[in-house]
């Protein structure tokens, strides 16, 4: 029988008998975590068809990743090794590296300050004249001698005076600026209502054709006033093949007009056309280079199709101004050249000298005949080339030779009588 004393440290020994048993559970639980961890971290094989529909165990090579295992870390090179040993060097400034050098532009044209007795050359008209102006100041812009003055505006015509006048206004220009020569350019603003009188005509009726001539006529009568030269460019074609068609019909009447007035037309349209006479945005410059002509609107000129429509004016005012379209670059004369210095020559170097020998003359080297030919027809004095490019005579072929057609008499036969065996 226990006593008061043993039954009072029962209460406090019994929970210790459970410990073990505590302890235990907690092993395993933890040993459970590290294997479920472990678990996750090793790749899950897939499983194929066979395993899904029927379990049939495939075994599958097991998949290890580089991170589970600690490789040894490479040496590092000697080289390395002896960079960090020696002391730091001191580091050099880099060196730029040169840009490379893009193509030089050709430069710019010197200025030639133009002279004060320059001739002028005023060019009127639409936004064509404008355009013809540019590549005129262009053509002439190295000649002290001319002077280029462009007038234009770039909506007028002849058909709208009252937007603007030109009979009225080209007086004025003409007064101010004395030119020595004219140069017009009109018509493509011209396809429009006409008011004659007090009706409107529409375009290509047969009335406002007649009037549209006999303006063309007035205004280069007007151009020609004072006996100055008159230079009509005519239109270039356009993109708009109703456009295009319609400068061909103003072209023929400034043609006609012009000339009966006294002036000068100068047709420009086969150098805006292709060769089978369309219109072309790109084609040839005065150079020969294919370049852009015409802007994207298919109706203004680039900077190099300006310069090509005054190409084709250009020669023409060199014509008439004469002189004064000489460069700045003159020849100089006998006093400016200086002394040629001829060199003796070497001593040791055999020169030898022949007798010119000529063509139609060959006794000069001690022959009667060319090489391979005969002497030329006595009495005629002509060769055998000036007689067949003069007169179509050809000298005989010699005999034997595969161009000999003459017929040979055939020689005579002798038949010989046939022995008997």
């Known amino acids: ?58 075994p599958q090579r097991r998949i290890y990743y580089q991170d589970q295992y600690d490789f040894p870390r490479q040496p590092r090179p000697r080289r390395m090794q002896k960079r960090r040993q020696q002391p730091a060097e001191p580091q050099q400034p880099r060196q730029q590296r040169a840009k490379p050098r893009l193509a030089e532009t050709p430069p710019p044209a010197p200025v030639v300050e133009k002279s004060p007795d320059a001739k002028k050359v005023l060019v ?43 009979p009225k206004i080209l007086s004025d220009y003409v007064s101010e600026l004395k030119p020595s020569v004219i140069v017009v350019s009109l018509g493509a603003n011209d396809r429009q209502l006409m008011q004659i009188g007090d009706t409107k005509e529409k375009f290509r009726t047969d009335v406002w054709m007649e ?34 068609a319609d400068m061909v019909t103003f072209n023929g009447i400034f043609r006609e007009e012009v000339e009966k007035a006294g002036g000068q037309f100068i047709d420009i349209w086969d150098g805006f056309v292709d060769e089978s006479g369309k219109f072309v945005l790109t084609g040839s410059d005065i150079n020969g280079q294919q370049v852009r002509l015409r802007g994207s609107d298919g109706i203004n000129l680039t900077k190099a199709g300006k310069r090509k429509l005054a190409f084709y004016v250009e020669k023409d005012i060199r014509k008439l101004l004469g002189e004064a379209a000489a460069t700045d670059t003159d020849v100089p004369g006998a006093e400016g050249l ?84």
């Open 338 to 421: 200086k002394d040629l210095v001829v060199t003796a020559p070497l001593a040791n170097e055999d020169i030898v000298k022949t007798q010119p020998i000529s063509v139609t003359d060959p006794a000069l080297d001690g022959a009667t005949a060319l090489l391979g030919g005969d002497a030329p027809p006595k009495g005629t004095g002509k060769s055998p080339r000036d007689l067949l490019v003069e007169k179509g005579e050809i000298p005989p072929a010699p005999p034997g030779r595969i161009d000999d057609f003459r017929l040979v008499k055939p020689q005579a036969v002798i038949s010989r009588p046939m022995s008997r065996n």
């Open 211 to 244: 009037e549209y001539r006999r303006r063309v006529n007035a205004f280069a009568a007007l151009a020609r006033k004072d006996k100055l030269p008159v230079l009509w460019v005519g239109m270039p074609p356009f993109q708009s093949t109703a456009m295009t």
């Open 1 to 58: 029988m226990l006593t008061t004393r043993d039954a009072g440290k029962g209460r406090f020994l019994r929970p210790l008998r459970l410990a073990p048993i505590f302890m235990g559970a907690m092993a395993m639980l933890v040993a459970g975590l590290f294997a479920t961890m472990a678990e996750a971290q090793e790749p899950v094989p897939r499983r194929n068809l066979l395993q899904k529909f029927f379990g049939v165990f495939v």
């Open 124 to 166: 009127v008209g639409d936004f064509v004249a404008g355009s013809l102006g540019d590549g005129l100041k262009v053509a002439f812009e190295t000649t002290p001698g001319i002077a280029v003055e462009t007038r234009a505006s770039g909506s007028s015509g002849l058909v709208r005076n009252d937007y603007f006048d030109w």
